[in-house]
């Protein structure tokens, strides 16, 4: 089973902006744009944030946003606040290796 | 808007068989409107990929646990469920089960989550 590849920790101070990548280990993850992103807080079950790549589901903050190049996808929070600090998770589906899922990614704000 | 609702024993001994849950609500666990699928993560780890049912019935299992993973579902109940043979302390998570939308392919209800602990 594939795995994503994301870093284990990104910081940044208040009002700044973080990016947060998600590198696929095979072809098809540069071929298909089924990418998902979930933000989950301690004790609490994930909660989708990102979808196809860069969609936002209604309700979602506009200063969450993604974007693909290649293998690598990309999630960006402009404008950090406090309460952005917690795990978030990549997601993706190939039909080949159906979902997989990133190790997932702590953010502190400073 | 669906709802989902894990359920089952959060204790289970060695050698032993997990059996989970999933309750339904706010759609039809066969009528082809999401993938249902099974999630877990491992105190203080990510998130690991069990298996699905298909919008189409078609299931889907994890390579790495398919020797010991059955997904299905219960029309009546409107229910699906998850059972995992043959457990180890290495079973021992939060197992989530999750909607996929078939078009987008994500994630776009969760239930709470329910820890199921391996032990004797």
């Known amino acids: 089973q594939s795995v994503l590849t994301q870093p284990a920790s990104v910081s940044g101070s208040p009002g700044q902006s973080i990016t947060i990548s998600c590198s696929g280990s095979?072809?098809?993850?540069?071929?298909?744009?089924?990418v998902s992103w979930y933000q989950q807080h301690p004790g609490k079950a994930p909660t989708l944030i990102l979808y196809a790549v860069g969609n936002r589901p209604s309700g979602v903050s506009t200063r969450f946003s993604g974007s693909k190049s290649g293998n690598t996808a990309s999630l960006t929070i402009s404008g950090l606040q406090a309460e952005d600090e917690t795990d978030y998770y990549c997601s993706a589906f190939t039909p080949t290796d159906s979902w997989m899922f990133g190790g997932g990614t702590k953010v502190t704000v400073l | 808007q669906v709802q989902l609702q894990e359920s089952g024993p959060g204790l289970v001994k060695p050698s032993q068989t997990l059996s989970l849950t999933c309750t339904v609500s706010g759609d039809s666990v066969t009528d082809g409107g999401y993938h249902w699928t099974w999630i877990r993560q491992h105190p203080g780890r990510g998130l690991e990929y069990i298996g699905s049912?298909?919008?189409?019935?078609?299931?889907d299992y994890s390579p790495t646990l398919k020797s010991r993973v059955t997904i299905s579902v219960d029309k009546s109940k409107n229910q699906m469920t998850l059972i995992v043979n043959s457990v180890t302390s290495a079973d021992t998570a939060v197992y989530y089960c999750?909607?996929?939308?078939?078009?987008?392919?994500?994630?776009?209800?969760w239930g709470q989550g329910t820890l199921v602990t391996v032990s004797s």
């Open positions: 999750g909607a996929a939308t078939v078009v987008t392919y994500s994630f776009d209800y």
């Open positions: 049912i298909y919008h189409n019935g078609r299931p």
């Open positions: 095979t072809s098809d993850f540069g071929t298909y744009s089924y």
